[in-house]
């Protein structure tokens, strides 16, 4: 039963990754959106601002079911997005999250 309960939150985290980079890919420039990757750097890469950022986290929410705080706004790039979604969604602690 517990290796049932990994794989489905195991599934979950993959589903978390992968919202993000459509969510972000489709509200991303047409010429970059194809090269978007974890590591893409949200403002500088991607050119989104903190308007965007938040167009971008209600767009999440409503895909995931989840609620974000402004947290958000301080992700530097797509992994720290992804970090932030994933803490709030087991109610944990992630020391690698910069967000």
Partial sequence: MILKKSLNLEATMMQIESTVLQVISS??????????TLDSRLRNDLGFDSLMLMEICIEIEGKLNILLDEK???AETVRDV????????????????KA
């Fill in 27 to 36: 509200m991303a420039n047409r010429e970059v959106a194809p090269t978007i």
């Fill in 72 to 74: 958000i706004a301080a």
């Fill in 82 to 97: 992804v970090a932030l979604i994933k803490k709030t969604a087991t109610g944990g602690s992630d020391a690698d999250s």
